[in-house]
């Protein structure tokens, strides 16, 4: 029969990962309207672009580990 493996510490790594990259992001785009002396304005159409291209920058992420 063969063991489950626990797999706690990679979603534990990853959820990490994930989180310190959405802050270093938020912190770089806030910094970039700091230097403009414009406000961050992000339009819903520019949400949704933002949403669409990470989808596909994490799908390409995935095709890779699976190539491999």
């Given amino acids: 029969m063969e063991e489950k493996k626990d797999n706690s510490l990679i979603y534990i790594i ?9 802050v ?4 770089v785009l806030l910094k970039s309207s700091d ?4 406000p961050l304005q992000i ?5 949704v672009q933002i949403g669409l291209h990470t989808a596909n920058f ?6 890779l580990i699976h190539k491999a």
Avoid at 14 to 22: D, H, K, R
Avoid at 24 to 27: G, I, K, L, S, T
Avoid at 43 to 47: D, E, I, R, S, V
Avoid at 58 to 63: K, N
């Fill in 14 to 22: 990853g959820g990490v990962a994930g989180a310190l990259l959405g």
């Fill in 58 to 63: 994490i799908r390409g992420l995935l095709s």
């Fill in 24 to 27: 270093a992001v938020a912190h």
């Fill in 35 to 38: 230097a403009d002396e414009k």
């Fill in 43 to 47: 339009t819903p159409q520019k949400g």
